[in-house]
């Protein structure tokens, strides 16, 4: 592209040394507009064409993975569900049993009943970043809930017992 001479103030005349001179330049400035123009229109063009095919792109892309999407927002409307129910205490007898144990114990070792409830069975590592303590409050905790009989220890995991 070519630099532009410079424009005319409001008000200003050009001399009228050399009339024809003037109007080969404006001539000139007006062919160069055109041309920039021009340039403008195809590439506005270009542009207008890769969109359509983006757009086209992504509504291919969208119609494949509809059903993964679909599938995909029921398995986790599933899983907000069990969620809910594990956070509410589970349905049945079990999960009242653990309420109740969980309000009479209180604090860490209600926070441990609650992590056994939603994770199954942890480790002790596991547990202390579930509830987010330290390692001697895992062993203090521990040592209350198997000393209340709410735990089984097998395979350096720990679980709640089964409520029956």
Not at 18 to 23: R, Y
Request: glycine share 8%; hydrophobic share 40%.
């Amino acid at each position: 592209m070519s630099t532009l001479p410079r424009l005319l103030k409001p008000g200003e005349v050009l001399s009228p040394d050399d009339p024809s001179e003037t109007i080969a330049q404006l001539r000139r400035q007006v062919a160069d507009l055109r041309t920039q123009l021009d340039e403008m229109r195809d590439l506005a063009e270009a542009l207008r064409q890769e969109r359509r095919q983006s757009d086209m792109a992504v509504g291919s892309l969208r119609r494949q993975l509809q059903p993964l999407y679909g599938a995909l927002q029921c398995l986790f409307g599933a899983m907000e569900d069990v969620t809910a129910a594990n956070s509410q205490g589970g349905a049945g007898p079990k999960g009242e049993v653990w309420e109740s144990w969980k309000s009479k114990l209180g604090g860490l070792p209600a926070r441990f009943i609650e992590a056994l409830e939603v994770h199954g069975p942890m480790t002790r590592t596991q547990l202390r970043i579930a509830v987010g303590c330290a390692n001697s409050s895992v062993a203090d905790t521990i040592y209350k809930l198997n000393r209340a009989g709410l735990i089984d220890k097998a395979n350096g995991k720990i679980s709640l017992k089964e409520m029956r």
